[in-house]
């Protein structure tokens, strides 16, 4: 049973920054993609960043420039940087692997931007 285990959410004030990782718990084989999906209360999960295997990313408008995913595939690991965060950032943040064995997801880790 594979594992996503997300940490480095939390509480910032505007025009902060924060990094969110997600750890697999093992190698997770014929992955397509990885990427960080969000859901504020009363909306509707959606995609964040993406990267593929090959290296290639996509962002939604709202956080293109502010934000920025990376892997370390020898860790096993996804990351986030978030900067410039704005209030309406702030949601659960879920982890994701798109793979041939099926989709993975984290728990979920809480941002949240207040002043």
């Known amino acids: 049973q594979v594992q996503l285990v997300e940490s480095g959410g939390g509480l910032v004030g505007p025009g902060g920054s924060l990094r969110l990782s997600c750890t697999f718990s093992?190698?997770?084989?014929?992955?397509?993609?990885m990427g960080w999906y969000r859901q504020a209360p009363g909306n509707q999960r959606t995609l964040v960043a993406r990267i593929t295997t090959g290296g290639s990313t996509n962002y939604a408008d709202s956080v293109k420039g502010r934000f920025t995913i990376s892997r370390d595939n020898g860790k096993n690991t996804v990351y986030l940087q978030m900067n410039s965060l704005k209030p309406e950032d702030t949601a659960v943040y879920y982890c994701?692997?798109?793979?041939?064995?099926?989709?993975?997801w984290g728990q979920g880790t809480q941002v949240t931007v207040s002043s």
């Open positions: 093992r190698s997770i084989f014929s992955i397509y993609h």
């Open positions: 994701n692997v798109a793979a041939f064995s099926g989709p993975y």
